[in-house]
């Protein structure tokens, strides 16, 4: 067993309205739109709308993602609700339960070093302006050891940032 393994293949879940719903084994490379075509696109049940509003076809994909498309019945009944911003949305990651819990017993939500904007990576404690770039520039991440392993930020930074964030 390696401590840590170079990954080669990733394995990405997508379900909902698609033709062929399924576990796909995809390169570490792999953006949305290759799972998509793995899943033999849409069905005609997805809400083809919401799907180009919402996702980003180009979105890098990391290992056990789960991509879930609606179906327009789903959307029109408020099942799924349309985020307020938009930008890279995939409705699985948000619909996830990933969360930190402070010491007054609040949940905060964790923050997806594969995803998150410069001024998320911002609101954790030691990371400025400078190193949220270097962050988003390494992406992807296979695991969040690579932010160290990559040298993007100390081991001391990553002990202090662990249990605030995610993939």
């Known amino acids: 067993v390696q401590n840590n393994p170079v990954q080669s293949r990733i394995m990405v879940e997508v379900s909902g309205s698609v033709v062929d719903p399924g576990v796909y084994e995809l390169s570490p490379t792999a953006r949305l739109i290759d799972a998509l075509k793995m899943a033999k696109g849409l069905s005609p049940e997805a809400d083809a709308s919401f799907f180009s509003r919402n996702y980003n076809l180009a979105r890098y994909l990391t290992d056990q993602d789960k991509i879930y498309i609606p179906s327009l019945v789903e959307t029109q009944n408020n099942l799924v609700e349309e985020p307020r911003r938009l930008i890279d ?12 819990i402070t010491a007054a017993g609040e949940t905060t939500p964790l923050i997806s070093i594969n995803t998150a904007s410069s001024e ?4 954790l404690s030691g990371i400025g302006t400078a190193t949220a770039q270097k962050m988003i520039d390494a992406r992807p991440y296979g695991s969040p050891q690579e932010l160290v392993d990559k040298k993007v930020i100390s081991a001391k930074l990553f002990d202090q940032i662990i249990k605030l964030i995610r993939l």
């Open 89 to 100: 949305y995939t409705a699985p990651k948000q619909m996830t339960v990933n969360a930190n």
């Open 120 to 123: 998320e990576l911002q609101t």
